[in-house]
C-alpha cells in the first residue's frame, strides 16, 4: 500500500499534464505530494527522510516552474533530487556507514561488504539517472520528457530494484534465509 502511494502524485502529474499543460500539472504535483506526506503521516506516523526531501525539492522546483513560466525547473528537480541521493549515499560509503543498511538492515542481515557494494551501486545508479534525465530535458520535447521522467525513470528504478533483490538474496545470510522462509 505504501509504494502504491508514492506513485500516486506522479500519475496524477502525468494525467493533467495529457489533458492541461505543464504548470497545472505541476501545481497539481506540489497538491498531490503534499496530500501524499499527510496521508503516508495519518497512515504510519511516519515520514521518510527521502519522501520529505523530495516533496521540497517538489515545492521549490515546481513553485519556481509555475512563478517564472519556465518549464526548465521542474526538469532540473529531477536531476538536483537524484544527484543528492547519489551525494548522500556517496558520502555514507565514504563513511563506512551505507545509507542502504540504515534503511534496509532491520530486515536483511549482510556482511559490510555486500552492504557497501549495494550502497555504492545505487549512488552510481543515482547519479546515471541525473545524467540522463539532463541529457533527456536538453535533447528532446517536453513530451518526450514527461513520457520518460514518468515511465522511463520508473522503469529504470523498478529493474534496478530488481537487480537489488537479487544481490540481496546471494548475500543474505544462511540465518536469515530460515528466517524469512519460517
Known sequence: MKQLLDFIPLIIFFILY????????????IVAT????LV???????VEKMQ???FVMVLIFGGMTILFQDEAFIKWKVTILYAA????LWISQLMKKPLIKSM?????VLEDQAWLRLNRAWAVFFLFCAVLNIYVSYSFSLDTWVNFKVFGLLGLTFMFTLGSGVFLYRHMSKEDE???DS
Request: aromatic share 16%; no cysteine.
Open 104 to 108: 534496509l538492515g532491520k530486515e536483511i
Open 18 to 29: 495529457q489533458r492541461y499543460d505543464i504548470y497545472f500539472a505541476t501545481g497539481a504535483l
Open 40 to 46: 503516508t503521516w495519518v497512515l504510519y506516523k511516519k
Open 178 to 180: 530460515d528466517n524469512n
Open 85 to 88: 541521493f547519489a551525494l548522500g
Open 52 to 54: 520529505l526531501a523530495t
Open 34 to 37: 503534499a496530500v501524499q506526506m
